[in-house]
């Protein structure tokens, strides 16, 4: 299998679809002359032309809308949010039309979007700039929420996205767009489900649930865990909603213990549905209580040094690992 | 010396109470025994009588307070007296641990202990001397074992008993690696260099207390002596056979144990002399028979009173008998229930128990032991036949029941159990 980074990986699951389907169009701010704010859509603009890779102006809620519209009269929309700190100026059309039409219109009209951008913090771009906007589209039924860790996760995801008559927020991370893994070769096309958990790491002390950023956060911690005889299983849910907790349950029953890692704040969200499943689906295999490390509740500061203290860190990872392990 | 007086516990399941009304006012004397506030607990309004005399020089909580046992509610002491320091003292304390009230003003001393009639005939105020200081080496409030979920599981999956593991969590919460260690520690000769563990220390409950004190109390006051008597019970067994055919329209059935009790209401009407008390210098003589059922509860046992067993048909008191001791397991009886017996039945035959001496529930003159059927070969006419035997034994008061007496009501109540019609002579 061949390395390509997070960026790349998303690139080429929308080159990929657009070819297959010609009703799939990108839409968003700088997606096209500049390639994309984050350079995710380089190329596109070049190879299907302005129709089908549109720039818009900066107006959220009305590109949103007018992606909402095309979905619904047989178009594929890909709608990009420079962030999704931007997208709570089309909240509205995300969780009033989206999620709803296809409820509202007894099934008649389906709304088959997909809205991506980048999620959560990046560096130093301060309270404004670094939502972690998963609780909040979580909460909505009638949306399909997914945040792939990996680029293969994210292909193969983001292609079954496309292809998803749902409407499906698709949360990316700035500081993910770099990160290299594996993919499959050209030509072998890979369609992750949506709704379906991954192993990432066997262990047998302590079950890990983690995804996006703290991912990797949370692989060193287990590698240090390890030099000290901890082994730590770690799951990565990949889509938030629909939730999938059978791999979860399965490894509680077999670790007796869990800690959720998670960069969005504490107080609800995917992280507290987690743990509410466990503790009902597992109970009687748990040896501790269910614990979180979570991004700190409080705006994000700015400041950098305070920035790493507010993210979820090794350091506090490794810690509530040995809480409920019951070990120094 | 002024002491502080915290919330009685005034029920085994109180956990908290509210105090209804003050009955003393702040500068009324007080006897002890002296009704000074009505407390509504858990199952009813009860009386909060003093263990001390004086002068109420302070009310601290206010008329519609509820609260926890044991918390500070009122300072009894000498008219006039400085009370400031234990004004400081009960600040300090709710200020402080919230329900960890101060127990103890003066060491040794609890200000107000356990007045709890488990069992019957003791007056709801009468209670624990003033001097019973309770032990509090406390391990988990109420005696809670704190152990995981999987823990739980694992004891019921491996019949361990948690009370006898030591937990290592936060706060000694027993965790898997307990529950693992204890089964390597109990694989006997394996074990080598397994811990050797101090014993558990958990909190005697109310309840338990309040059946040591009165038990030992019988054990120590009441000249105690048995009679044992071996019964045929085929008949009684055949009896409660052709009453259950009859009840099964009704859907109702009769236990033995039923037909016991009612067997022993109408000894009592015969041998009048055993259903009596001893009050010290009286004897009461029972117009009625009331009799104190023992039953087994979690963490103790409680004896609900069924009223005049000798008057009833063994339908009803199967019916009684069932929803006394079913209130009793879920700690719902009265106390108006639980007290005023004139004799009791206790029955371990249940648990293959042949025989054993029961300890008598002052101030009943005696208590009837039961134990289990026996099927064993006896000799009838010379020949050995099969035989199902029960044993009886009744402890008595030998202050009111001489050997002769109790005897008398043995061989009264052999001969209605070993002839049911005898009952409805």
Redesign the interface.
């Known amino acids: 299998m061949r390395e390509l980074r997070y960026r790349e990986a998303l690139r080429e699951a929308m080159f990929e679809e657009m070819e297959r389907d010609d009703r799939v169009f990108l839409m968003g701010e700088e997606v096209g002359h500049y390639q994309g704010a984050y350079k995710v859509s380089e190329g596109l603009l070049d190879k299907y032309g302005e129709r089908r890779v549109i720039d818009t102006p900066i107006a959220e809620a009305g590109f949103a809308g007018v992606g909402i519209g095309a979905a619904m009269v047989g178009l594929r929309p890909i709608i990009e949010f420079m962030t999704w700190n931007f997208s709570f100026v089309a909240f509205d059309q995300i969780i009033s039309n989206a999620a709803k039409v296809h409820q509202m219109s007894a099934g008649e009209i389906q709304v088959p979007i997909v809205f991506r951008g980048p999620n959560g913090a990046a560096k130093q771009v301060a309270s404004q700039h670094s939502h972690s906007a998963a609780p909040f589209y979580t909460h909505i039924p009638g949306l399909y929420v997914i945040q792939p860790s990996t680029p293969r996760d994210a292909k193969g995801l983001l292609k079954s996205a496309i292809r998803s008559n749902n409407p499906v927020v698709f949360l990316e991370g700035e500081t993910l767009y770099g990160v290299q893994g594996e993919v499959p070769d050209e030509g072998v096309e890979e369609l992750i489900p949506i709704g379906q958990s991954r192993l990432a790491r066997t262990g047998t002390d302590c079950t890990i649930v983690t995804w996006g950023r703290p991912y990797y956060t949370v692989l060193a911690a287990a590698e240090k865990l390890a030099a000290e005889g901890i082994e730590c299983e770690v799951i990565d849910p990949r889509t938030l909603r629909p939730l999938d907790t059978a791999l979860m349950v399965e490894s509680v029953k077999k670790t007796?213990r869990c800690v959720v890692v998670h960069e969005h704040w504490p107080y609800g969200g995917p992280g507290a549905e987690i743990v509410d499943r466990l503790q009902r689906e597992a109970?009687?295999?748990?040896?501790?209580p269910l614990e979180r490390v979570t991004g700190l509740d409080v705006p994000m500061p700015y400041a950098l040094n305070l920035e790493d203290k507010v993210l979820p860190t090794e350091g506090r990872v490794i810690d509530a690992v040995k809480r409920v392990s019951?070990s120094k | 010396m002024a002491k502080i007086i915290g919330l009685p516990k005034l029920s085994p399941t109180m956990e908290e109470g509210t105090l209804v009304a003050w009955v003393k006012k702040e500068g009324d004397e007080v006897d002890v025994d002296d009704l000074l506030a009505e407390v509504e607990t858990d199952k009813a309004t009860m009386e909060f009588r003093s263990f001390d005399r004086g002068v109420l020089l302070k009310i601290l909580v206010p008329e519609g307070e509820t609260l926890e046992p044991d918390v500070p509610v009122a300072i009894i002491g000498k008219a006039g007296e400085d009370i400031s320091d234990l004004l400081a003292q009960v600040a300090e304390t709710v200020a402080g641990s919230g329900s960890e009230a101060v127990t103890e003003t003066e060491a040794g001393t609890a200000p107000v202990s356990a007045a709890v009639p488990v069992s019957a005939s003791v007056p709801a105020s009468v209670s624990a001397p003033v001097s019973e200081s309770v032990p509090e080496a406390v391990t988990t409030p109420g005696g809670r074992i704190l152990s995981?979920?999987?823990?739980?599981?694992l004891a019921r999956e491996r019949s361990i008993d948690l009370s006898v593991v030591r937990g290592?969590?936060p706060q000694g919460r027993i965790?898997?690696?307990d529950v693992d260690s204890y089964d390597a520690s109990s694989v006997g000769f394996a074990a080598v260099g397994a811990e050797r563990l101090p014993p558990r220390v958990a909190k005697a409950s109310s309840m338990r207390r309040t059946i040591a004190r009165r038990l030992t109390e019988s054990k120590q006051t009441v000249p105690h002596y048995y009679l044992t008597i071996d019964v045929d019970i085929a008949p009684l067994a055949e009896a409660r056979q052709a009453i259950n055919a009859e009840l099964e329209v009704a859907g109702k059935k009769v236990s033995l144990n039923d037909l016991i009790i009612k067997a022993a209401a109408v000894a009592l009407r015969r041998v009048p002399e055993v259903n009596a008390s001893w009050m010290g210098k009286e004897i009461h003589f029972h117009q009625v028979v009331d009799i104190s059922i023992a039953v087994a509860v979690d963490e103790g046992l409680m004896t609900p009173v069924l009223r005049d067993a000798d008057r009833k048909g063994v339908a009803q008191i199967a019916d009684e008998v069932r929803e006394l001791a079913g209130r009793a397991r879920d700690k719902q009886l009265t106390p108006e229930e639980m007290t005023n017996g004139t004799f009791s039945i206790s029955n371990l035959g249940m648990f293959g128990i042949e025989e054993f001496t029961a300890v008598i529930n002052p101030p009943e003159g005696a208590i009837l032991a039961v134990g289990t059927i026996r099927n064993e070969p006896v000799v009838e006419d010379g020949a050995i036949v099969p035989g199902r035997r029960m044993r009886f034994t009744m402890s008595c008061d030998h202050r009111i029941i001489d050997g002769a007496t109790g005897a008398k009501f043995m061989a009264a109540f052999k001969r209605i159990v070993e002839s049911p019609l005898n009952m409805l002579i």
Not at chain 2, 148 to 153: C, E, Q
């Open positions: 007796n109970f009687d295999y748990l040896d501790a019951y | 995981s979920p999987l823990v739980r599981r290592s969590g965790v898997k690696r």
